[in-house]
């Protein structure tokens, strides 16, 4: 993980509300980076891509001068901007609400809310995005580890997760077992994995191109 420490953006087009909601979470220890339009969020989303291994959310008012908040989430997704949202309003309603949670909305509070509320529904979504940074740091150490694996280390780990035995990799791969059990060893140590199970998880997460079995031997 990082050392960095959490970062909350807030998108909302009042001066004074981005002024104080800055306060309040800078308060708790977190960042605050506020913009006054999503636009202008979208602009900088090189800052969200940035800090795609820290923890971040984004509080974003619904009522915005340029982009309607639901539709300014919708534009998110479509940008590939994974982020926790938790959308304040003052003109919120029930369809409203249940179309933010259903695309992702970590909370919707509509105006006035109580500062603990808004807290804790930021604490709610750093938590969520920080158990998303978390596998995201793991996928690509896991991808790192694949990528040092030869094109035949690659065959064999295929091979090897279907549950097949050295000597049937060795006749449906035309080498013998004796090569297999070397490459077998060199897969397992580079990958870091600790048991056959433990190697069929990361080929899952890897969505490793399983081969179809071509031959039986006893």
Known sequence: MTDNE??????????L?????KRLIGLEGWRVETFASAREFLQEARLVESQNLTPACLVLDVRLPDLNGLDFQGELAKAGIQIPIVFITGHGDIPMSVRAMKAGAVGFLT???S????LKSIEEALE????ACQKRVEMQSLHRRYELLTPREREVFAYVVTGKLNKQIAYDLHVTEKTIKVHRALVMQKMQAESLADLVRMAEKLHLSIPNPTHNIS
Do not use: H, T
Not at 6 to 15: K, L, N, T, W
Not at 17 to 21: D, F, I, P, Q
């Open 6 to 15: 959490p970062i909350v953006f807030v998108v909302d087009d009042d001066s």
């Open 17 to 21: 509300v981005r002024a104080s909601l």
């Open 111 to 113: 105006k006035p809310f």
């Open 115 to 118: 500062e603990n509320d808004l």
């Open 128 to 131: 969520q995005d920080r158990l």
